[in-house]
């Protein structure tokens, strides 16, 4: 397959029209995936935000006050009050935010960004980042996938990258159970997260600094016969470590 990113996006101000300003730089090809950062979509749906629009509770002056004495550092409780508004769970609270959001995902600070925010203090995530990406895929000429990305860190392993937080027009993964390995035996748990390999794809070519590239194409790659599906975010009840975190508390040595 080939995975390049589109050049000369140019800054993205709320109201405009991703597609129109995907298709005035790049031919989509049938069978194209079309991958955009969550950072031009947030924008776009005006999702930018200052911290003096997070006047502070009770909760956040506890939590901003128990994350400076850990870190050493002076904590804004605003901060930690846009966490507490964007959340719907603290999975941990110390010693930092891990947070689920409103449409499932898990995320550190709620996936707050507060880099390459323009004049804003803080980027949020947009509200429902697959009905962004049916927008998106509903404004294009030629109708092709698109799956909203954003990064962030993974259990056990240093380092982010980038994973789908939104899709549309794919199953976020393909199922191989009931298929063969070479040797003919029956695959009987392997489900393949699809739109996360593609938003890792598409995070090798678009960057993370000021390279500037939001929007990243992967053609030439075929989901295949296999079944699919839409589910990406676990359940709480199926999502054994989430449990286990409920009931961690965070000691200093």
Do not use: Y
């Not at 947030?42 to 956040?60: Q, V």
């Not at 110390?94 to 323009?118: C, Q, W, Y």
């Not at 009987?188 to 995070?203: C, F, G, I």
């Not at 678009?206 to 359940?235: A, I, Y």
Request: proline share 5%.
């Amino acid at each position: 397959m080939n995975v390049f990113a589109v050049s000369g996006i140019p800054e993205v101000e709320p109201g405009d029209d991703i597609a129109a300003l995907v298709e005035e730089r790049v031919d989509l090809e049938p069978g194209d995936v079309l991958l955009v950062a969550s950072t031009i979509v947030s924008k776009a749906e005006g999702r930018t935000a200052t911290l003096d629009e997070f006047p502070t509770s009770p909760r956040a002056e506890e939590i901003a006050g128990r994350l400076s004495e850990i870190s050493g550092e002076e904590k804004d409780p605003r901060f930690a009050q846009a966490v507490l508004e964007e959340s719907t769970e603290l999975v941990m609270e110390a010693p930092f935010l891990l947070t689920a959001t409103r449409f499932g995902h898990i995320g550190v600070n709620a996936g707050i960004d507060r880099s390459n925010t323009g004049d804003a203090d803080l980027l949020l995530l947009p509200k429902r980042p697959s009905e962004s990406a049916a927008r998106i895929r509903a404004g294009l000429s030629l109708d092709v996938p698109v799956v909203v990305t954003d990064t962030c860190g993974r259990p056990f392993r240093h380092g982010q990258r980038g994973v789908a937080i939104g899709w549309d027009g794919t199953p976020a993964s393909r199922d191989w159970r009931g298929e063969r390995d070479r040797d003919g035996h029956e695959l009987e748990v392997t489900v393949e997260s699809v739109v996360d390999e593609l938003a890792s794809a598409a995070n090798l070519v678009s960057g993370e600094g000021d390279d500037g590239l939001p929007v990243v194409v992967v053609r030439d790659w075929e989901f295949g016969d296999h079944g699919g599906s839409d589910n990406l975010f676990r359940s709480v009840e199926g999502d054994f470590v989430r449990q286990a975190l409920r009931g961690w508390e965070f000691a200093r040595d």
